[in-house]
């Protein structure tokens, strides 16, 4: 099994930034892959970013691409989410997620989730 926590959220204002950490625990070669998923209130989970555990390829969603950056410490196997120029469409719950296995923008593929942590983007 694999555990995942997140932590980071919090209330911003728009323009400025924000860094979500997940850390990862337990079964870590059971992962392939990591990703950040958010949903907002009434929305469908939306792809974020994720980044392959052991290789340095990363994949972003079109509307953070620029904006935002994936990360791993892999001292603290910590995947850091890197949120800048925030905007008040980005206010949603942010999720950690893993897998085994390909790369893929399909929360239905993941199967170890976090609990999620609130992000808000207000005046």
């Known amino acids: 099994q694999v555990q995942l926590v997140e932590s980071g959220g919090g209330l911003v204002q728009p323009g400025n930034s924000l860094r979500l950490s997940c850390a990862a625990s337990g079964r870590l070669l059971n992962i392939a892959v990591v990703a950040w998923f958010r949903q907002a209130p009434g929305k469908e989970r939306e792809f974020v970013a994720a980044?392959?555990?052991?290789?340095?390829?990363?994949l972003y969603g079109d509307s953070v691409k620029g904006r935002f950056t994936i990360s791993r410490d892999s001292a603290k196997d910590v995947v850091y989410l890197q949120m800048n120029s925030l905007k008040p469409d980005d206010t949603a719950v942010y999720y950690c997620a893993a897998r085994g296995s390909l790369t893929t923008i399909y929360a239905y593929n993941y199967n170890y989730w976090g609990q999620g942590t609130q992000v808000t983007v207000s005046l």
């Open positions: 980044l392959r555990w052991a290789e340095t390829f990363t």
